[in-house]
């Protein structure tokens, strides 16, 4: 309709007639029913309140003139020129404007819908009254405003689309779109009013075409002439009564009555489709359809026999939905962005537009992003190969997805949601969802952030050590190391060791001793937005979210993209490149929860947590930057009004403490425990190789445990980053079933997928003629680092056999801008006991000695650890004077001539064994045992000295300890089988002790 004829009608209305009190009359009576206010109002006032409301109204040719049909468009990195179209976004006033006529449209398609939606339909003068009165008794004298039904007549749900809120019909799957606008009193008297000015202006007919042509029917098919072409590839108007009852019933919940999530599936919980790739519809769409025919029956629109039939009727849907290129890029990533930009005054919000988002969706943009699509699908593609590889090889991990940041750019290039977006019937896969930006939970690929957090908080360094007390049970929980082989436990592992070798316990006592705030600190400066303490991403329940030190472990709630984008912030040594946020942050406290808070407050909880999801809403403290996702933005007539320029750089964490980080992430050698370096990309050293050559890089593994049993797998990760590409994948399924990762073949494939990507990927770069693919980093060493001289106690096998402990002193680096706090102690020790020294300890029994300092949590298990490696700890019993060991009746000096028992005392106080040794020599190379125990002894017997087969000589005899102390004695005397005295000055110890010495010495412990 032109110009001309809107012009007309707006004469005609101020002029206005007789017949308009008949219908506002009713419509007042209607507006009675919503409360005290207007029951005790008289009828002028009643008046006067429908015209507040009415006078801002226009004829919706007139709305529609104002708005632009030209859908806004998003294209690859290349651009309108020479990119790829990735996806347009929907405009509802596209169908408004070229609407399908109801001619063209199933006449059973038309009585479904008035009999499912609104029976009166034809009758009533745009609102319906019972509807009405049942909502207004509803939500005010049941006092529940907002958990009502709502009464919307068909007239009423396209005023709400068109004029009200428009963009509830741009996100028609997801019912909460426009939560804000969906239960106000305001609202409901602005669309009463609205709908009987239009139902004056327009035919019922006019009416019902507008609204059969914007009513969402899921998986974005907006109108029902894209919902026929797209489930059944028929125009709609040969939609059978069956197909249309089925399409009617879509739009009161359409997730739930989605008829391709709604298939009939064999015994693999697959959808089982025919030749042309058609399934059949069952489950709750079915019943919603059947629920539709017998309305129509009730309502003397068929009769119970058509109803029969097509109940009987086996309705298909193709299964595959045809999604746009780039669905959840689009969606969750640039059509966010380009509102925030809008709301922000970057990009102008047109005149007609209620809202940014429809100013952003009628605006006829051509929008230039980062993705490489060529890339982007080649991802995908490998995601399927890879994951098919792995069922094959005894997994039950059916999805996986990849995200690619550049770092130095921080633009997204690639984005895989999944391994097939057009997979939607099997939920295992659900293509619809897009992983990346779904909530789930990292397992050890979180890691990095706590080990940072360790380092940067409380000055430590690579080869700072805990001890490795697996398993340590917290709560009742077992927290054990993955290992390949039968021992469990390093000892005093570094954190070189510890995160190469992805050990869970070393993890836990970072996070302990680190602070958990401070883990969660560090990893939202990272990039990190969906932690905090009291905070649940879901939205379910805010405060059921709590997290202790088993974050380090997989306890934390993440987004893969937020993953990739820590992963570049470390390529960048902490420091983030992006563009702001343009997010409004609130306080946790603010925020409701779905499972908790009911009505108003619920409805709220809704549209929070859909800001949340798409970038809108942020939570205090986490990051001010955003990975870059627009390049450029023309206006419809192609005019450049925005083009991103230099991103942002901010230095987040302190470059040293990633540095050392880094380190460790880049080393193979440090990953000795389990991975190792690997030589190919088919390979499980974690290396990956691009050209034939090593790509310099960082990396780290996750396994996340299932809920249930710690042997459970729920998904698995592999996380890094190179100069170019900071790249997440994640392996698991969208039902969030276990993988059962038999033979680790979910986190094998995880890896062989991550490798093999990131070497396509940087094969691509070199391809298109980037110089230097294996470019490494030391060009961004800070100045507050270098490798030095350092001393640890640590026991890492590579350090071994022969540990010196405190005395042990390692090449590492270290920050140089930091005082790093000694991991060992001095005590004053009495040597004849090994006991801490007291007054009743001589000057000449008195020795300073060095032990490793035990952990704040969990001591006694460090304690046990120490006794069974012979590590050295401090005593914490005074001596009394006593010996705790002692030869009573062997002497330094003294020769041997016959077999001689030896006597003695052993008697420390946590003895786990004991051991009489005879060597040749003072300083013997070899030891002959001639007694040993587990019990303690008492001036008693401890072994015989057998003369028969030694030659004559000098001998050392030694009594040792397996005590936690490592106590040792020696004794040294003459062999002589003649018995008589060798000629010349006694035997003694070279550089020796006094007789009888008790020396603590350290025993080697084997590796």
């Not at 805990?466 to 009742?476: I, K, N, R």
Request: some cysteine; aromatic content about 8%; glycine content about 8%.
């Amino acid at each position: 309709m032109n110009s001309i004829v809107v012009r007309r009608r707006l004469r005609e209305r101020r002029r206005g007639d007789g017949s308009r009190a008949r219908p506002i009359i009713i419509a007042l009576l209607a507006l009675i029913g919503f409360g005290a206010v207007c029951a005790a109002a008289g009828l002028g006032a009643l008046f006067t309140i429908y015209n507040s409301y009415a006078k801002d109204y226009v004829p919706i040719e007139q709305k529609l003139l104002e708005v632009s049909s030209v859908p806004t468009e998003i294209y690859d990195r290349g651009g309108p020129e020479n990119g790829v179209l990735l996806a347009t976004l929907s405009n509802p006033n596209a169908q408004l404007l070229n609407p399908v006529t109801l001619d063209q449209i199933s006449p059973w398609m038309i009585e479904a819908t008035v009999s499912t939606e609104d029976n009166a339909f034809w009758t009533h003068p745009g609102v319906n009254l019972r509807g009405l009165i049942r909502a207004a008794y509803e939500n005010y004298i049941l006092n529940d405003f907002g958990a009502g039904t709502g009464g919307s007549s068909i007239t009423q749900q396209l005023i709400k689309n068109v004029y009200i809120c428009p963009s509830v019909a741009e996100d028609g799957d997801n019912r909460n779109a426009c939560v804000t606008a969906e239960r106000t009193l305001d609202r409901k008297l602005r669309e009463i009013a609205y709908a009987i000015e239009l139902e004056r202006d327009y035919t019922k007919e006019q009416i019902l075409t507008w609204y059969l042509n914007q009513i969402s029917y899921a998986d974005r098919y907006i109108g029902v002439e894209a919902a026929a072409q797209g489930y059944f590839r028929k125009p709609a108007k040969e939609l059978t009564l069956a197909e249309a009852a089925l399409l009617a019933g879509i739009p009161q919940a359409p997730t739930a009555y989605h008829p391709r999530l709604n298939c009939v599936k064999d015994d693999r919980g697959e959808c089982i489709t025919d030749e042309l790739g058609r399934a059949i519809v069952g489950g709750e769409a079915k019943a919603r359809q059947e629920d539709v025919l017998d309305l129509m029956v009730r309502h003397g629109r068929i009769t119970p026999e058509q109803a029969a039939a097509a109940k009987a009727e086996e309705v298909r849907v193709y299964l595959g939905s045809n999604p746009q290129r780039a669905e959840a890029f689009v969606d969750n990533q640039v059509e966010p962005r380009l509102v925030r930009m809008c709301e922000a005054g970057i990009l102008p919000k047109l005149p007609p537009a209620s809202d940014c988002k429809s100013s952003v969706h009628m605006a006829g943009y051509r929008v230039t992003t980062t993705l490489d699509w060529e890339l982007t699908a080649k991802a995908m593609e490998m995601a399927r190969g890879f994951i098919a590889a792995g069922l094959e090889a005894g997994c039950e991990c059916h999805n996986a997805a990849i995200v690619t940041i550049e770092p130095s750019t921080g633009q997204v290039i690639v984005y895989a949601p999944n391994r097939d977006p057009s997979y939607r019937s099997d939920r295992r896969v659900a293509g619809e969802i897009d992983q990346l930006n779904e909530i789930n939970q990292p397992g050890s690929s979180f890691k990095p952030a706590v080990y940072l957090a360790w380092f940067d908080v409380l000055n430590k360094a690579p080869m700072s050590i805990f001890w490795d007390t697996s398993p340590l049970t917290v709560e009742g929980t077992a927290i054990e190391n993955p290992r390949r082989d039968a021992e469990k436990s390093e000892g005093l592992i570094s954190a070189r060791a510890a995160l190469g070798g992805s050990q869970n316990v070393p993890a836990f006592r970072a996070a302990q001793e680190a602070g958990v705030d401070n883990v969660i600190k560090i990893a939202k400066a990272l990039g990190i937005t969906t932690l905090e303490q009291r905070f649940d991403p879901t939205f379910r329940s805010h405060p059921d979210v709590t997290y202790g030190a088993s974050i380090a472990t997989g306890g934390a709630n993440i987004r893969a993209i937020d993953m990739a984008y820590m992963d570049a912030t470390i390529a960048n040594m902490g420091k983030m490149v992006g563009v702001p946020t343009l997010a409004r942050y609130v306080k946790v406290s603010d925020l409701k929860s779905t499972a908790l808070d009911t009505g108003a407050n619920y409805e709220l909880a809704l549209e929070q947590k859909l800001q949340f999801e798409k970038g809108y809403l942020r939570i205090e403290g986490t990051r001010e930057l955003d990975p870059v996702v627009i390049l450029e933005v023309r206006d419809k007539d192609g005019n450049v009004i925005f083009r991103q320029g230099e991103p942002e750089t901010r230095q987040v964490v302190d470059a040293g403490s990633v540095w050392l980080l880094h380190t460790i992430m880049s080393d193979c050698t440090a990953r000795f425990i389990i991975w190792g370096c690997g030589g190919s990309n088919n390979d499980l050293g974690l290396d990956f190789f691009a050209n034939g050559q090593r790509i310099p890089s960082g990396v780290k593994t996750g396994t996340q445990q299932g809920p249930a049993s710690a042997a459970d797998t729920l998904e698995t990760w592999m996380t890094g980053y190179s100069r170019h590409a900071a790249t997440a994948v994640w392996v698991g399924n969208a039902t969030n079933e276990l993988v059962n990762d038999r033979q680790f073949a979910a986190a094998n494939t995880t890896v062989r997928l991550w490798k093999n990507w990131m070497g396509y990927y940087h094969e691509a770069l070199a391809a298109r003629g980037v110089p230097d693919i294996g470019k490494g980093f030391s060009d961004l060493q800070p100045r507050n680092v270098a490798q030095r001289d350092f001393p640890t106690p640590a026991t890492d096998r590579n350090l071994g056999p022969d540990f010196k402990y405190c005395d042990q002193v390692v090449v590492a680096w270290v920050r140089t801008d930091v005082t790093y706090e000694s991991q060992c102690e001095e005590k004053e020790i009495d040597s004849r006991n090994g006991l801490l020294a007291t007054e009743q300890t001589p000057a000449e029994f008195r020795k300073v000695q060095k032990f490793v300092k035990l952990p704040a949590f969990k001591p006694e298990l460090a304690e046990e650890l120490a006794q069974k490696r012979n590590i050295p700890i401090a005593p914490k019993e005074k001596s009394t004077g006593l010996a705790a060991i002692a030869i009573n009746n062997i002497t330094t000096g003294r020769t041997i001539s016959a077999d001689t028992e030896v006597l003695g005392t052993v008697n420390p106080p946590n003895l786990k064994n004991w051991k009489l040794e005879l060597g040749k020599s003072s300083t013997p190379t070899e030891w002959t045992t001639i007694g040993e125990g587990t019990t303690k002894v008492e001036n008693g017997p401890l072994g015989t000295i057998r003369i028969a087969d030694l030659e004559d000589g000098v001998y050392t005899l030694r009594l040792s300890t397996n005590d936690g102390k490592g106590l040792s004695l020696v004794v040294y005397i003459n062999v002589r089988k003649s018995g008589l005295p060798f000629p010349g000055a006694t035997p003694t110890p070279f550089g020796g002790a006094p007789n009888n010495q008790v020396t603590p010495t350290p025993t080697p412990t084997p590796p």
